[in-house]
C-alpha cells in the first residue's frame, strides 16, 4: 500500500483560521471605510472641512479624498470598501457557522480578491506617486487585503478549489511553507518603496 508523505508546513491550520482572517480583516477594512466615507461626506458638506487624520504635507487625508482618483467611479471609493468588506465578513461567518461552498464560488471569490487587491495597489501608486500624499486609513486597507488576498489564495489552493498545474504544485508548497516569512518581506517592501519616495520629508527626522 503507499503511503502518504506526512505533512511538514504549517498548511493545515490555515482551514479553521480562515473565518477568522475574513471576519477580522473585513472588520478593520468596514471600520476604515467607514471613516473615509464620512470625512469625505463632510468635505462634501464643507469643502474647508479638514479630516482628523490630515497630520502634514505627506499624510494628508483631505488631498487624497479631493483629488479625482478619491471617486474613480463616480462615488467615493471607500463605498466599494462598505460593500466589499462586508461581504468578506459574511463569508467569513458563514464558514465559522459551518458553511461550505462549491467550487464556482471559490473561483468568484479569487476573481473579486484578485480585482480588489488589484485596485487597493493601483490607488496606492496613485497616491504615492501621483497625489504625493498619503491616507492611514487607506493604508490600512492596503494592509488587511494583502493579507486576506495573501491567505485566502493559499487556501483556495490548498483545498483544492483552484487547480494548478504540476509544474506550480512545488511553488504552492514553498509559499505555504513560508508564508508568513513571504507575507512580512512583501508588506516591508511596500513600506520601503513608500519610505524611500518620502525620505524627502521623513529623513529630516531620522
Not at 508546513?9 to 475574513?22: H, K, Q, T, V
Not at 504552492?172 to 508564508?179: E, S, T, V
Not at 512580512?184 to 518603496?193: F, H, K, Q, V
Amino acid at each position: 500500500m503507499q503511503k502518504t508523505a506526512p505533512e511538514t508546513d504549517s498548511s493545515p491550520r490555515l482551514a479553521p483560521l480562515m473565518p477568522y482572517i475574513l471576519v477580522i480583516g473585513g472588520f478593520i477594512g468596514l471600520i476604515c471605510s467607514f471613516i473615509i466615507s464620512y470625512d469625505k461626506l463632510k468635505i462634501v458638506e464643507d469643502p474647508a472641512f479638514v479630516p482628523g487624520c490630515t497630520l502634514n504635507p505627506v499624510i494628508s487625508c483631505g488631498s487624497v479624498m479631493r483629488s479625482w482618483q478619491g471617486s474613480v467611479f463616480g462615488f467615493p471609493n471607500p463605498w466599494i470598501g462598505l460593500a466589499g468588506f462586508a461581504i468578506l465578513i459574511t463569508v467569513g461567518m458563514a464558514m465559522l457557522a459551518g458553511g461550505r461552498f462549491r467550487r464556482w464560488f471559490w473561483a468568484c471569490f479569487q476573481i473579486g480578491m484578485v480585482l480588489a487587491l488589484g485596485f487597493a495597489y493601483w490607488l496606492l501608486w496613485q497616491s504615492v506617486y501621483r497625489i504625493k500624499a498619503l491616507c492611514p486609513y487607506c493604508l490600512s486597507v492596503d494592509t488587511v487585503m494583502t493579507v486576506m488576498f495573501w491567505y485566502g489564495t493559499l487556501y483556495v489552493v490548498r483545498e483544492g478549489h483552484l487547480p494548478l498545474p504540476r509544474r506550480l504544485i512545488g511553488t504552492a508548497d514553498f509559499a505555504r511553507r513560508y508564508h508568513l516569512e513571504i507575507l512580512a518581506t512583501w508588506i516591508l517592501l511596500l513600506a520601503g518603496l513608500i519610505l524611500q519616495h518620502f525620505w524627502y520629508f521623513y529623513g529630516q527626522y531620522l
